[in-house]
């Protein structure tokens, strides 16, 4: 009970901050003495801050303020995606202390893997020097099929590996609690704390990438299913003829919009002799959206495609769901407003909705640190939540 109580007023001066003790008390309906008695033992562990306030009360005395003290303790954040592990250490408000990225040029072996890994993490704690007992814990965002209980990678379809147990790999490695989720799940939850997602209780990230994922969250709880596979949108058909996908089905969103397959439809096209500014050789998302841009015809179409299943599937989801917003994470949605444009047009057309109802699609402000800090997020999640103390 006392650990449930310091995790509420924590997690309440961090909403609520600058707070007073008695501000406190009426809040939490919890007796003055205790709150003031919980406080201090926070402030002994020093997550929290006192401050004089700048206006006095009836009376006359000004009171004492609480702020958390987000520079106290560490958080180790890591994605892992078959193109690049990137690993940040950050204070618990999420400022970064140190970014360090490593690139995968080949595939790995599961053993190479994990060595990689945790040479990236042991970089980082030798480079700042913060003591292990300031960590409050390593974050995972792993790309694929996660089972976030018990923190194993089960599937990692563009890494080709399977049955990777990260948290038991990892905490016996650092000795510091470690939490493993998907990465575009972990997305989410990073948008909630430092994003668009804020104070929102109900909305959908859509990551586009090498695949398409989506983490749904619903009440302000991430949605997961019974079998951690919920969000899986890049594998919801749109067209039952259309070309094959990597998951062995035809006509799958990721065969029609992640940025393999933009690629992949611009060199099809190229081949058969289409009128175009574009080369085979020199193909990629930058030169497909320039060549657009430059009114190329070709590069145009293949967007426009793109943007249209995307935002089929996405009017699905909304019709389905119902959330207030819809956040965008890709370069595809950094590269100009013509695939984007599209994909509102669609939800627009397709989606059911009541006088009353607003559903707002917006593109990611994280960008590319969005899943590392949803990573981050991951740990202070568990921190401030009833009992996270313990």
Not at 15 to 38: N, W
Not at 202 to 220: A, K, L, M, T, Y
Not at 242 to 262: D, F, K, T, W
């Amino acid at each position: 009970m006392k650990s449930q109580n310091q995790s509420t007023i924590l997690n309440l001066i961090r909403l609520k901050e600058p707070i007073s003790r008695a501000e406190i008390a009426k809040l939490t309906k919890l007796t003055k003495p205790t709150v003031g008695a919980l406080v201090s033992e926070l402030a002994e562990r020093n997550l929290i801050t006192e401050e004089k306030s700048d206006t006095a009360v009836a009376g006359g005395r000004k009171p004492i303020m609480l702020r958390i003290n987000y520079s106290a303790y560490y958080v180790v954040g890591v994605y892992a995606a078959a193109e690049v592990i990137r690993v940040i250490l950050t204070t618990m408000d999420g400022k970064m202390v140190f970014d360090y990225k490593k690139d995968i040029t080949e595939l790995p072996s599961k053993e190479e893997f994990i060595e990689m890994i945790k040479s990236s993490i042991s970089y980082v704690m030798e480079e700042t020097n913060v003591e292990k007992n300031l960590i409050l814990g390593i974050g995972f965002a792993m790309h694929g099929l996660v089972d976030p209980e018990n923190g194993i990678a089960i599937f990692s379809p563009h890494l080709h590996l399977e049955d990777i147990h990260l948290k038991e790999i990892l905490e016996k490695e650092y000795s510091i609690p470690v939490i493993v989720e998907n990465d575009v799940r972990a997305l989410a939850i990073g948008e909630s704390w430092f994003g668009q997602g804020q104070e929102i209780s109900d909305f959908i990230c859509i990551s586009v990438g090498r695949g398409i994922g989506s983490g749904i969250v619903i009440n302000n709880e991430i949605y997961k299913s019974s079998f951690n596979t919920a969000g899986e949108i890049g594998h919801t058909i749109v067209n039952i003829n259309g070309p094959r996908c990597q998951c062995g089905n035809h006509g799958c969103l990721e065969a029609y919009a992640s940025e393999i397959a933009i690629i992949d439809r611009a060199k099809r096209k190229l081949q058969e002799k289409k009128d175009s500014v574009m080369t085979e050789t020199e193909l990629s998302i930058p030169v497909i959206f320039r060549a657009a841009k430059e009114g190329d015809e070709l590069a145009k179409k293949i967007l426009v495609d793109s943007g249209e299943s995307l935002g089929i599937a996405t009017a699905n989801l909304i019709n389905i769901l119902k959330p207030t917003k819809i956040i965008l994470e890709g370069s595809i949605f950094e590269e100009g407003d013509i695939l984007l444009s599209r994909v509102r047009d669609m939800v627009q057309k397709y989606t059911i909705r009541s006088s009353k109802e607003e559903v707002s699609i917006v593109c990611s402000e994280l960008g590319k640190k969005g899943m590392v800090l949803g990573a981050v997020a991951l740990v202070l999640r568990e921190m401030f939540k009833v009992g996270g103390l313990q």
